[in-house]
């Protein structure tokens, strides 16, 4: 069925929403159940909000989202693999004028790339970076991750994650949240309808302060892995409320619009 | 800027070291950002340009790191920026991910490398032991950088200026290789005023947003059947295109008997070995590789079918080497002079690997 014949309306029929333009119309390669394909939507209908799609730039990072480009129509370069960072600070300060954003998983970030995303922030460097946290590796099958919960079972831990071997999950909202030049540091969940609707005002702030020149943009979102999790997406969904939430609690942990600016 | 006469064009003189020319002449070749990291000996080049890039309307970023370093001028290349990064051998290690990745996606920068001994940490001092790692790609992969090779600081100067032609013609990444001599000597440099970077610089493929045209991409990754193959064969013709920017320095080598071949700082005092030499009636010259890649290898292999015997002189243990015997093979072999990373050369030290390349004719 082509595009605009799935879009056209019964006589009985009204449109709820809108499909963004810059979604590209395709199907994605992500499996059943995760939360990338309701990221990346945020992220469009954030962009289209603002009017700020043709002057934006993504830089893409590496894992399972490598492939955003496929799916949202904006100028966009890869990064090697946690440098997303450094790359989107070399692209905002070649064009201040652009709004400049990185997308990333919680292995390139919290692991590779820790050195490169605290110092950006610390920079206070006038990009958004939206952080998609799933707990696992997910394109490479599903290893522990830096956000791996104790006792949760992955290939490269399959006993569990030990605190006294492996050390704590890191909480990434909460760090960057403790650095000088972030303008706007939240967490926010995927799980349920309500949660994402908190969680699409909390990318929309991340973006606001940099377009502003108020300083570094951060948005944590928990996200379901159904396949590395070996669940379905309705238990994945239970999972991130019963098991991440407790650990990540969702909630703005910086925002200098409410309060003391940044330089 | 203390003696910015760049600004001006008057051919006036200056006074400056090696990688102070290095600062100036990306100045005057229109780089507006530099990305860093603290590493001696080259810290007079972030230095400069922290003072003066943000008078040129330009930006300095201090970087955590040398990969973040390089990450940053990738992202700065893929907005079309000429822009530049520095450090000295340890921290051009660490930049490797990144230009391997610039490389693969066709992304044009410039990155000098004043190269300190090593392995490991080696010392301060200069040597040429990153031959290798710069003329044969030095990350992962199959790719080449342009490698320019100053022997003065002029030439560091002009060099600067070249390199980013060359890094925008090609879409490429461009190497600056000098050593702790060159970067750390003061010569009097003429600057002068290259024509103007063209508004319409990069304007086909950089990023700026997509507005009235379609999304555009900058990517090295190729998983679809046969794109990766595809992506490697164009790369390979345009390194093979590139051979047109080989330059080297002559240097009596028309009526010698023997060509020794040295680049950069290494060059030049072989240069002093040769005048010495011939004082005493010795038919030495000399070529000295102004590019290491492209390399003068048909400019070698001519001089070796006029029946010229040939010494490669290096600061390292034997890296150049290889490429002068594979540019003259099958009709000669070239001798090798090291001279050992962690000692500094003089002339003299040149004269006796010369005579004896000379006494087994």
New interface residues.
Partial sequence: MQADERLALADDEQMAFEVPDVLVDRATHYCPGCHHGIAHRLVAEVLEEMGVVDDTICVASIGCSVFIYNYLAVDSVEAPHGRAPAVATGVKRGRTDKIVFTYQGDGDLASIGLAEVMHAANRGERITIVFVNNTVYGMTGGQMAPTTLIGQKTTTCPGGRCRDREGMPIRMAEIIAGLGGVAYSARASLDSVKNIRAAKKAVRKAFDVQQQGLGFGFVELLSGCPTNWRMDAVKANTRIREEMIPYFPLGVYKDVTEGEGVC | MPHNTTDTGTPERIFIKGNEAIAHGALAAGC??Y?GYPITPQNDIPEMMSYALPDAGG?F?Q???E???A???????????R?LTSSSSPGISLMQ??IS?MAG?ELPGVIVNMNRGGPGLGDIGPSQGDYFQSVKGGGHGDYKLLVLAPATCQECYDMMVQAFDLAFKYRNPVMVLGDAIVGQMKEPVTPWKPAAVPATEAADWR??????R????????FLEDGALAGQNRHLQAKYAAMQAEAKAESFLTEDAELIVVAYGSIGRIAKSAIRKLRAQGHKVGLVRPQTLFPFPGPLLRGLAEQGKRFLTIEHNCGQMVEDVRLSIRGIVDSAFYGHMPGEMPGSDDFLAPILDAMGGK
């Fill in positions: 507006r950002c990305f930006e970023v970087a955590e790191s990969v973040a370093s990450n940053m001028l990738l992202g700065a290349a893929a907005a079309g920026i822009a991910e990144a990745y996606s990023l700026e947003g997509a507005k009235g379609k999304p555009r991409l900058l990517k090295s990754l």
